[in-house]
């Protein structure tokens, strides 16, 4: 099955600064990644995601882009603010099937 | 539309006993996938039910057990429960077609404490 590891586990940034996750996964056959964020106490809710017939797809300061020939994809959050403090998650799973798997989750800390 | 609900938000349990589970998902999504998640383990998935079926299993043992139902809520079940099982168990629907969208919206969860 599916198998997706992400990078760090722990980032801590200076407000204003920028924030970049990486995730890999292993099963060739996975075409949608989606990135969850999940506050303390809180559901995970999805952030963004990304289909495997796009490289990049932006929404106001977050982005992520999709490398389907090296199996990995990231997150970057730019101009970070002390309420992008949560944990994040990334997930890959195929169009047609919704085995998601997910990532073991980054802490991100933005010092203001 | 209203969103994911799950029911019991808290459930203390002992050792050997069963607990069951339940999830209703937003109006129209046919699919409920469930989730473990343990501060040391993360977000583990358990199984998703489509239209009534189990369509994906997670590597779970035979303890863990669901169903869905003809309006697509679902149940999870967890017998014989063990300490380990302590968790926060989040259910997320998505609509799965028609049209295909897979984006999964999670439920509030229920926090399982077992002694």
């Known amino acids: 099955g599916e198998n997706v590891e992400q990078h760090p586990s722990t980032l801590s940034v200076q407000e204003g600064d920028s924030a970049v996750i990486k995730c890999t996964y292993s099963?060739?056959?996975?075409?949608?990644f989606p990135w969850y964020k999940q506050e303390l106490g809180k559901r995970p809710q999805l952030i963004i995601d990304i289909r495997s017939n796009v490289g990049e797809k932006k929404d106001q300061r977050i982005a992520v882009t999709l490398n389907k020939t090296a199996k990995h994809f990231s997150l970057h959050i730019t101009e970070t603010q002390p309420e992008d403090s949560a944990v994040y998650f990334c997930a890959a799973s195929r169009r047609n099937n919704n085995d998601m798997r997910f990532g073991a989750g980054t802490r991100l800390t933005v010092k203001p | 539309k209203a969103g994911v609900t799950q029911t019991p938000r808290y459930l203390i349990k002992t050792r050997g006993q069963q607990v069951t589970l339940s999830c209703s998902p937003i109006s129209g999504h046919r699919s409920v996938s469930w989730y473990q998640q343990t501060p040391g383990q993360g977000l583990q998935f358990l199984f998703e039910?489509?239209?009534?079926?189990?369509?994906n299993k997670g590597n779970f043992p035979g303890r863990f057990s669901g169903r869905q139902f003809s309006n697509s809520r679902s149940e999870m079940n967890v017998s014989t429960l063990e300490l380990g099982d302590s968790a926060l168990y989040l259910c997320?629907?998505?609509?799965?077609?028609?049209?295909?969208?897979?984006?999964?919206?999670f439920g509030p969860g229920t926090r399982l404490t077992v002694t």
């Open positions: 997320a629907s998505s609509s799965q077609g028609p049209p295909l969208a897979e984006e999964q919206y």
């Open positions: 099963d060739s056959a996975s075409n949608y």
């Open positions: 039910y489509f239209s009534e079926t189990q369509r």
